[in-house]
């Protein structure tokens, strides 16, 4: 058995072989910093999405149902979906007085309009009509100021409840709560501004800070409400329940619309566990890519390193007759080439994970927040040690089979 000492000589020999050729050393360790690079990457931004993703939906409650004309994810003809019957607000009413269990019901819909406030002014804004239940479907509140009452609601009065991104442009350092902003042609008084919720613009989805929120029933008198398609959400009376309550759902939504056993729904139940799957599909195949370029990427950088250490292995085939004439076992020279391979791929990609600090930061200012975790590190330098040790197998292998007689007379 290889003693503390020799695998101490065997190191220390090893990194003086790496300090001597430099040049070649760095070089080879390009595949390798390339590989680190791109594993960290992946997994960083990979993180970063899911945690971008988890905050612009963490305010979503996920024990509430939404209908809706169509699914929020459409993975098959979209034409079977397009001339569905939109929902109509009367089927929200009708719902909340059937739906006895259902802890609330909170009909929503949508336009946009350009949004000015003295000469500030945004374009194509989200502008939500909601009711004082909205609360009650989700954890966002405002920061500051409060949301719409039912009083608002009841008599339909123009006043808004501002996101933290349209508050910002539009207030820039001054307070907005209870100023005169103008949505469209109508003045809207400002009553609230939510707190921040993040984007969920990279998944396709809404920004939740670019929106405003105002009475559902101000919306459709001031932008018209007619041929409107409305989104309708039902609270659950718990998690436990929640299938059992969409079963419910599905079924008065059909006595609603009057379907036969056999017509198929004309309608939509969406859920969080919808926007989740699809997420996690689509984080799958973004992961499958990133790590197949990460293979690629080690395993040319391995083949280089495997290359170098055969011609390090002539290169010093005399040095290994004179250590085996000695008396150096066959194991001490196999651990001193797996020291020299780990430490060139090891020093590659502690220079990889240097570069993943830089790719982490320029990330995180333009795109989204991203950041390489100390797990990320570790495996970044466990992939390299590996990576190491593969690729030397075959040379450390070859040099501790060499003839000591044949190895003196090499020239």
Known sequence: MISVEQ?????????????????????????????????STTMTVSNGLGNSFKQSFSSLGTDVLYVSRMPWIIMDDFFQY??????????????????RTALAVNPTTGTNRNVKYRSQVLENVAVVGTTDKQTLMNAAVPEFGHFITPVDVQYKKQVCVIGAEIHDHLFKNSGGLQKTIQIGRYPFRVIGIMEKQGSAGFFGGPNLDRQILIPITTLV?????????????????????LDDFRCELVSEMRKLRKLSPTEPDNFSINTMDTLM???????????????????????V????????????????????????????????????FLFESSSICILGGMIG????????????????????????????????????????????????RLNPIDALRYE
């Open 7 to 39: 695998h101490k000589e065997s190191l220390r020999m090893a990194w003086s072989a790496v300090q001597a050729n430099k040049t070649r050393g760095i070089l080879t360790t390009l595949g390798i910093i390339i590989g680190i690079v791109a594993v």
């Open 82 to 99: 397009r001339n569905r019957p939109t929902i109509t607000f009367k089927e929200s009413e009708k719902l909340q007085q059937r739906l």
């Open 221 to 241: 008198q001031v932008f018209g409400g007619s041929q409107r398609d409305f989104n309708i959400a039902v609270k659950a009376p718990s998690q436990e329940s």
């Open 277 to 299: 799957n699809a997420y996690n599909r689509v984080m799958g195949v973004v992961v499958l890519i990133g790590m197949v370029i990460t293979g690629l990427s080690l395993f």
């Open 301 to 336: 950088g391995g083949i280089g390193v495997m290359n170098i250490m055969f011609v390090s292995v002539t290169e010093r085939t005399r040095e290994i007759g004179i250590r085996k004439a000695i008396g150096a076992p066959r194991r001490t020279i196999l651990m001193q």
């Open 353 to 400: 994970v240097l570069l993943s600090f830089g790719v982490a930061a320029l990330i995180n200012r333009l795109l989204l927040p991203a950041s390489v975790s100390p797990g990320v590190v570790l495996i970044a330098l466990l992939v390299s040690m590996a990576t190491g040790i593969l690729s030397g197998i075959l040379p450390a292998y070859q040099a501790s």
